[in-house]
């Protein structure tokens, strides 16, 4: 009699753990991409150009973006933006690189003595994505999201000096 009763419970507690793992599973909602930028360089004062990273970490989810709005800030003012119209699609763990490129920037030109000094520049770095993420497994969902990510570099003032891989933060504009 106490086996069979054993038996059962862990049955019943098998089932119950089973049921909400498949729950989670079913109702978890995407998590945001991972952004880095991984080289920024300074052609010359006004002329800046960095490389960004996007990640799609997310084993079950397609990723498309919509479009990508980029602006720079430099001593707290906006000094150049640039809108991507052009869309992309990321699929499962996949990776895309992108390199936005920033004209006539001209609050860099005059420089600041302390950046100056310091041979690098403060600048930061944020961009707006429209996101539509699609889950491949049953049941086929679909989620959008208006994500906005900032990041703060430090570019250095010649050539000769390397960026370091700098991750963006993620900030959800969704109500």
């Not at 600041?112 to 993420?133: A, C, G, H, P, T």
Request: charged share 20%.
């Amino acid at each position: 009699m106490t086996k069979i009763w054993l038996k059962n419970k862990k049955r019943q507690l098998l089932e119950i753990v089973g049921t909400s793992t498949d729950h989670n599973f079913l109702v978890r909602t995407p998590i945001y991409v991972h952004c880095h930028v991984t080289e920024a360089s300074l052609v010359t004062d006004s002329n800046l150009t960095i490389g960004i990273t996007i990640r799609n970490p997310i084993g079950f989810y397609h990723v498309h973006h919509d479009h990508i709005n980029f602006t720079t800030y430099y001593q707290n003012q906006t000094s150049g933006s640039l809108l991507n119209n052009a869309s992309f699609s990321q699929g499962r763990k996949n990776e895309t690189h992108l390199t936005p490129s920033f004209n006539g920037m001209q609050i860099l030109r005059g420089g600041n003595d302390s950046d100056s000094r310091e041979n690098y520049y403060d600048i930061l770095v944020k961009f707006n994505m429209q996101d539509e993420y699609k889950r491949q497994l049953l049941p086929r969902t679909r989620h959008h999201r208006h994500l906005e990510y900032s990041c703060e570099l430090k570019v250095p003032a010649s050539s000769a000096s390397s960026l370091n891989t700098t991750l963006c933060r993620y900030h959800n504009l969704d109500p």
